[in-house]
């Protein structure tokens, strides 16, 4: 069983950073997709960045050249780095593993990632 154990996350300020890291319980980068979520209040889950098997990276179009996607696989962890945060960050952000190739196909497939963090909530104040 995979676990993913996220940290991080909290309060910062608008156009300020925040970093969330996301543990793997044991090693799995070179055979799963690996992505960040988030959820806000009163909106469907969405997408933030995704790294697929081929080491291809993603991004949704409102984060790109702000939150980087990153792996360390001696950590085991995957981590989010945001920059110039804006107020409509503000959301539960969840990690999440797939063995498929990537989230695309997950997603194309009508299907959940298979494996999930606890959450994290981010909170931006202006």
């Known amino acids: 069983q995979v676990q993913l154990i996220q940290s991080g996350g909290g309060s910062v300020q608008s156009g300020g950073s925040l970093k969330l890291s996301c543990v793997v319980s044991?090693?799995?980068?070179?055979?799963?997709?690996m992505a960040w979520f988030r959820q806000r209040p009163g909106k469907e889950r969405e997408g933030v960045a995704a790294?697929?098997?081929?080491?291809?990276?993603n991004y949704a179009d409102s984060v790109k050249g702000r939150f980087v996607i990153s792996q360390d696989k001696a950590k085991n962890t995957l981590d989010l780095q945001m920059n110039k945060v804006k107020p409509e960050n503000k959301a539960m952000y969840y990690c999440?593993?797939?063995?498929?190739?990537?989230?695309?196909?997950?997603?194309?497939?009508?299907?959940?990632?298979?494996?999930w963090g606890q959450g994290t909530q981010v909170t931006v104040s202006s």
């Open positions: 044991r090693y799995i980068h070179n055979g799963y997709c």
């Open positions: 999440a593993a797939d063995p498929r190739t990537s989230m695309s196909t997950v997603q194309r497939l009508g299907v959940d990632p298979m494996f």
């Open positions: 790294n697929d098997k081929d080491g291809l990276t």
